[in-house]
């Protein structure tokens, strides 16, 4: 089948703003995004610049907002989008050039939660043992590819760029819900900050953008209330 | 236009609604406190809110109050309970729901009166 690809390009060597281009492009329908970009880059056009590396759905680097939503591009299939197809880079993070951003904003938040775990407790002779209950009740953030779909499909982040999104809220509860870990009143400093789980009106962008399926506005809500019933 | 699905449109509604009656009250507190100008400063405002077209801004308003009133407890479900975020999408439907069948009342009287070329007294 025959696709119209329309991509909103940026090269800051020589355009002010952004501009869409169009490309005819020779496509299977179980052909992904990522492979017409590809054929885009290869055959046409080696301007082109965007993000790529596992093309599996597991390393995160390839968020884009595809046919008015955010998707990895090597997991959306040409033919769940018809023939026309529009892609732009995420919102609300810097645009370095075509469909690659500056992902730092997002990885500053991301540190800002403390990603690891944090037990200043002596260690004990072996593992530190968590039944399985226990590992359950983290383990859907523990999913998270880090992509920014989520963050990037926010209407409170695209306005105010200092939230902390839900990303790193994602990333903290994995942490806060472990039964080993001791930081959460350490994570607090930055999620119940003016910029951090308050500013979340709630809008699930984020958990019908998410590639894995993961419940974002749900783990969201359950810091909200783990902060709020904290002192009590 | 970022295509979000009921929650996104559920919260721009409801920011907009939440204005929307914090402008009228604003409105309304100047309108009142305009009697410390006297008899004929206040009644001058309460002919200017007396056009016709105040109507149908009250229309508007009772509809704002409405929404944001039942959008407002299906926020505080989803924000208290641990069910209420993933039944959000039929809980904005039953907001509806109840939207239509409160505002009905209002807007018979209301807009009937505005076909029949009442000014609401
Ligand atoms: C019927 C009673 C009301 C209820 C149940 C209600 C409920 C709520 C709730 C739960 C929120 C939080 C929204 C969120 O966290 O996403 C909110 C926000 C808000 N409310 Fe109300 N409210 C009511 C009346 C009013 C009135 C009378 C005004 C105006 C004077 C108002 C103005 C606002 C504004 C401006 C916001 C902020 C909107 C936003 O952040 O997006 N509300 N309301
Ligand atoms: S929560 Fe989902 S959408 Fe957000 S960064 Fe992680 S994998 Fe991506
Ligand atoms: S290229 Fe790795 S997630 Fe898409």
């Known amino acids: 089948m025959q696709v119209t690809l329309k991509i909103l390009r940026f090269d800051p060597a020589k355009d002010k703003k952004p501009h869409w281009e169009t490309y005819q492009v020779e496509a299977e329908p179980w052909d992904r995004v990522l492979d017409l970009l590809h054929k885009v880059k290869w055959y046409q056009d080696g301007s082109l610049a965007f993000r790529r590396s596992c093309g599996h759905g597991i390393c995160g680097s390839d968020a884009m907002l595809i046919n008015g939503r955010n998707r990895l591009a090597c997991k959306t299939l040409v033919k769940d989008l018809g023939s026309v197809i529009t892609v732009e880079p995420i919102r609300g993070l810097p645009v370095e050039k075509d469909l690659i951003v500056d992902m730092e904003p997002f990885f500053a938040a991301y540190r800002a939660v403390k990603p690891y775990l944090i037990n200043d407790e002596p260690p004990p002779q072996r593992e530190r043992l968590q039944s399985p209950e226990e590992r359950a009740r983290f383990d859907q953030g523990t999913k998270c590819i880090l992509c920014a779909s989520c963050t990037t499909s926010c209407p409170v982040f695209w306005v105010n760029g200092t939230y902390i999104g839900p990303a790193a809220i994602v990333q903290a509860h994995r942490f806060i819900f472990d039964s080993r870990d001791r930081g959460k009143r350490e994570r607090f400093k930055a999620l119940a900050s003016g910029s951090g789980v308050w500013r979340c009106r709630t809008a699930y962008n984020c958990t019908e953008a998410c590639p894995r399926e993961i419940p974002v506005t749900q783990l969201i809500e359950e810091v909200k209330r783990e902060i709020l019933f904290d002192h009590f | ?121």
């Not at chain 2, 004929?40 to 309460?46: I, R």
């Not at chain 2, 149908?56 to 407002?72: S, W």
């Open chain 2, 1 to 121: 236009m970022y295509r979000g699905r009921e929650g996104q449109w559920a919260f721009y509604l409801h920011r907009i609604s939440g204005i929307g009656i914090l402008v009228f009250l604003i409105l309304h507190v100047l309108n009142i406190a305009s009697a410390m100008w006297g008899p004929e400063v206040s009644n001058a405002f309460m002919k200017f809110y007396h056009q016709p077209v105040f109507q149908l801004g009250l229309l508007v308003l009772i509809a704002g109050v409405l929404y944001h009133g039942f959008n407002g407890l299906r926020i505080i479900l989803m924000d208290f309970t641990a069910w209420g975020v993933r039944y959000q999408r039929q809980l904005w439907y039953a907001v509806w729901v109840l939207f239509v069948v409160f505002y009905l009342p209002f807007l018979l009287k209301i807009g009937g009166g505005i076909l029949g070329g009442s000014h609401g007294d």
